[in-house]
Each structure stands twice: as structure tokens, then as C-alpha cells.
Nanobody, 122 residues
Framework: QGQLVESGGGLVQSGGSLRLSCVAS????????MGWFRQAPGKEREFVAA????????YYAASVKGRFAVSRDSAKDTLYLQMNNLKPEDTAVYYC???????????????WGQGTQVTVSS
């Protein structure tokens, strides 16, 4: 019923990989857009990646393109973020979100999870 629950965060060395998961309610999962944002200490929340309901279009921030991949599993109502070649600057709390239209500004999104911590060491 509108819930979004992230998991999969942790501590990893530079160059390592993690896969984040976001389990959503069916209604939330079927919203036109789902995606990921992140927020580092003392910084504003920033867009990371998004995918449309059909899974036919993906969007990425320039800083993660080529390293991260967003996907979705309709059978499990789950959103994923595969993160490869992680860098220390990727360290942040990662949030799952859902919305009606694709926008890069956090205020434009409707539903948010509680976040999961990703820490990348040098």
C-alpha cells in the first residue's frame, strides 16, 4: 500500500559491486516512473537512475552512466540498481522513489523509501 523498502547497501572497496533492491506495493510499482536518488552527508539529494513502467526506457545521471544499471521485475514488484566499479564519491544513502512523470528534481516524485547506506572505501 504505497510502501517502498530498500535493501542491499553495505561497505565495499573501490572497484567493487553492490546490487540494491526496492520492494514496492503493486500500486506503487505500476506508477509511470520508478528510480533511485542518493544523498551524501551535507549534500542535497541527487538523481541517480530511473526506469519507466514498461521497462523500455532508462535514465542515468552522467556520474553513474556506464557503471550502474537500473532494472525491474514485475513478478516481484521489485526495482533494482546494479552498481559496478564503485567509487568513494558514490558513498551516500540511496533512496528508492516512484512518480507520475520523469523529473530529476526530488520534489517532483511522489513516494519514497527509507534509504539504504552505501559506503565505498578507497
Amino acid at each position: 500500500q504505497g510502501q517502498l523498502v530498500e535493501s542491499g547497501g553495505g561497505l565495499v572497496q573501490s572497484g567493487g559491486s553492490l546490487r540494491l533492491s526496492c520492494v514496492a506495493s503493486r500500486r506503487t510499482f505500476l506508477k509511470p516512473i520508478m528510480g533511485w536518488f542518493r544523498q551524501a552527508p551535507g549534500k542535497e539529494r541527487e538523481f541517480v537512475a530511473a526506469i519507466n513502467a514498461e521497462g523500455s526506457a532508462t535514465y542515468y545521471a552522467a556520474s553513474v552512466k556506464g557503471r550502474f544499471a537500473v532494472s525491474r521485475d514485475s513478478a516481484k514488484d521489485t526495482l533494482y540498481l546494479q552498481m559496478n566499479n564503485l567509487k568513494p564519491e558514490d558513498t551516500a544513502v540511496y533512496y528508492c522513489a516512484a512518480g507520475s512523470n520523469f523529473m530529476m528534481t526530488p520534489s517532483s516524485w511522489d513516494n519514497w523509501g527509507q534509504g539504504t547506506q552505501v559506503t565505498v572505501s578507497s
